[in-house]
């Protein structure tokens, strides 16, 4: 896969085409600080004035490097296809080479980021089961049959930039599948979502046993599903 900007985005890095490698090394560093920190108006105004241009256009060129760091790390690219991308936006091999370096160095990192703003499903955490039999009845005349009771413990990520409030109040309103995912623009954020700022759900199921061996068996088929040919094939593709 590659990469193609937008005319106006190329136009905003083609700033970037008429310095050395150097500005560009600098331009890398402001663009991970924006992507940790935010904007930083302070260190913007040093850029500019450095290199005898707007505000406005540094700006611009950190959002246009931005996207194109960030696009490659959601796509998962190769090195050959983000270094292709590279030349197709205009950037000469020396400075293909400072993004490339870039890049790799930060892939892992921004890509789990990216992950943890975009994902709200709920994943699983823990399961609890408990056996239940009742020893002894004077008023039930039917067969005592013995229950499973299962207790699957779900964690929900919190929607970043919001207060706890905000998010049980979502969570309540399970039938609202439209409320757009509200998060910051700084990566930073992101990262600081951890287990502990997850949402936990309980979901209790009680069942008699001839119930739970189909389920097991069910899940068994699934899991051996999963591993077959044609699931690792859609898996690649994606």
């Known amino acids: 896969m590659i990469l193609f900007l937008s ?3 190329k136009e905003h890095l083609s700033l970037l085409h008429r310095h050395s490698a150097q500005v560009l090394v600098d331009f890398c560093k402001l663009t991970l600080d924006y992507l940790n920190n935010g ?3 302070k260190k913007n105004n040093i850029a500019a004035e450095k290199l005898d ?3 406005t256009c540094v700006q611009d060129l950190i959002h246009a490097l931005a996207y194109l760091i960030t696009e490659g790390c959601k796509h998962n690219l190769s090195e050959s296809n983000f270094k292709s991308s590279l030349g197709i936006a205009g950037f000469s091999p020396e400075q293909q080479q400072v993004l490339v370096k870039l890049y790799n160095s930060k892939k892992s990192e921004l890509s789990t980021a990216l992950y943890q703003l975009q994902n709200k499903d709920p994943s699983y955490q823990d399961f609890l089961w408990r056996f239940e039999i009742q020893l002894a009845s004077r008023n039930s005349q039917e067969e005592i049959r013995p229950m499973v009771t299962l207790n699957f413990i779900i964690a929900t990520p919190k ?3 919001q207060s706890e409030e905000d998010n049980n109040s979502i969570v309540s309103n399970k039938n609202d599948c439209m409320s757009p995912i509200c998060v910051n623009s700084s990566i930073h954020d992101a990262k600081a ?3 502990c700022q997850n949402i936990i759900n309980h979901m209790l199921l009680q069942c008699d046993l001839p119930n739970l061996l189909h389920l097991t068996n069910k899940l068994e088929e699934a899991l051996k599903e999963s591993k077959s040919q044609h699931v690792r094939k859609v898996q690649r593709s994606l």
């Open 39 to 41: 904007s930083n108006h």
């Open 193 to 195: 979502t951890s287990q």
């Open 159 to 161: 929607r970043v930039g």
């Open 7 to 9: 005319e106006l985005q």
């Open 53 to 55: 241009i707007s505000v």
